[in-house]
C-alpha cells in the first residue's frame, strides 16, 4: 500500500473493475486532503509517487492560505482554478450562513452536490483536468482542501469514464469515512478561509465534514437529469470528445 505520511485522506482510487473485463491500473491514480502540512518526510514519500499531474482543487485564496509543500525535484504539471473564488465556493459559503441543525446541514450538502458540477470554475477545471489526465505521463494527484467534495466529484468523473460501475464509484467515494477526524479540521480550516464560523455546532459540522452516498449520488443524478446521462455531460459541458476517453483508457487501464 503507498503512504504519504501525515497526509489526510490519501489513497490511490484505482484497481478498480472496469468496462470490457479490465482493471483500473494502481499507482497511477491518487486523491488526497490539502498539501500544506505535510511533514519533511512526508514531502518525501510524495516525491516517490512519480507525479506527473498535481490538481489543486482549491481556489486561490485558500491556496494562499495554506500553501502546498512539494519536493524540490516535481516537474510536473499543476493545475488549478483561476480568477476569484466564486462559483461553487461563494454558492457553499452562502448556504452555510444561518444554518442551526444536522438536517439542514445535510440538506445544504446536497444542494451543493447538485450545483458544484454545473459552476463555470468547476466545470473549467474538471475539463482541463481530465484531458491533462489522458495525455500526462506517470501518476496524478488530485486534491482539494479536505479531499471529498471537490475531489469526490472529479475521481467520480474519471472513474465514471473509465467504465467503473456506479457501486463501485461510491464506495470509493465512501472510504473518506476513514478519515473522518482529520476531515473536520480540514473543513473548520475551508470554513475560517470563507470568513465563516469554524465550528458551525456538532450537528452541523457532521453534514459538513462527513460524506453520505447519498451526496455523491445527487450530485450524479443532477448531471443525469439535465444532461441525460453522466458521457453526456463529459462532451457537452465538459468537450471531452471521444480521442480523451480512448487515450485515459490506455494509460489507466491494467
Not at 480540514?186 to 465563516?196: D, G, M, V
Not at 470528445?241 to 491494467?254: K, N
Amino acid at each position: 500500500m503507498t503512504v504519504v505520511a501525515g497526509l489526510t485522506n490519501f489513497r490511490d482510487f484505482g484497481g478498480y473493475a472496469a468496462a470490457g473485463g479490465r482493471r483500473l491500473a494502481r499507482g497511477r491514480l491518487f486523491r488526497s486532503a490539502g498539501l500544506s502540512a505535510l511533514s519533511d518526510r512526508g514531502v518525501d514519500d510524495l516525491g516517490r509517487l512519480n507525479l506527473g499531474l498535481l490538481v489543486d482543487l482549491r481556489h486561490p485564496h485558500e491556496r494562499l492560505r495554506e500553501p502546498s509543500r512539494l519536493p524540490a525535484a516535481f516537474a510536473g504539471r499543476v493545475l488549478a482554478t483561476e480568477g476569484a473564488a466564486g462559483g461553487d465556493a461563494a454558492h457553499l459559503a452562502g448556504l452555510i450562513s444561518g444554518l442551526a441543525d444536522g438536517g439542514e446541514g445535510r440538506r445544504m450538502m446536497l444542494d451543493y452536490y447538485r450545483h458544484a458540477p454545473f459552476s463555470e470554475d468547476r466545470r473549467d477545471l474538471f475539463a482541463r483536468a481530465i484531458t491533462a489526465l489522458a495525455e500526462t505521463e506517470g501518476a496524478a494527484l488530485i486534491h482539494c482542501t479536505a479531499g471529498k467534495d471537490r475531489t469526490g466529484l472529479l475521481v467520480a468523473l474519471i472513474q465514471h469514464l473509465l467504465g467503473v460501475a456506479r457501486a463501485d464509484i461510491i464506495a470509493e467515494y465512501m472510504r473518506s469515512l476513514d478519515a473522518l477526524a482529520e476531515l473536520e479540521a480540514a473543513s473548520s480550516r475551508w470554513l475560517i478561509a470563507q470568513n465563516l464560523p469554524g465550528d458551525l455546532g456538532p450537528g452541523v459540522m457532521r453534514a459538513f465534514a462527513g460524506v453520505d452516498p447519498a451526496y455523491i449520488e445527487a450530485g450524479l443524478d443532477a448531471i443525469e437529469a439535465a444532461c441525460g446521462t453522466v458521457d453526456a455531460y463529459c462532451r457537452d459541458l465538459l468537450g471531452l470528445g471521444p480521442a480523451v476517453r480512448d487515450r485515459l483508457a490506455a494509460r489507466l487501464y491494467d
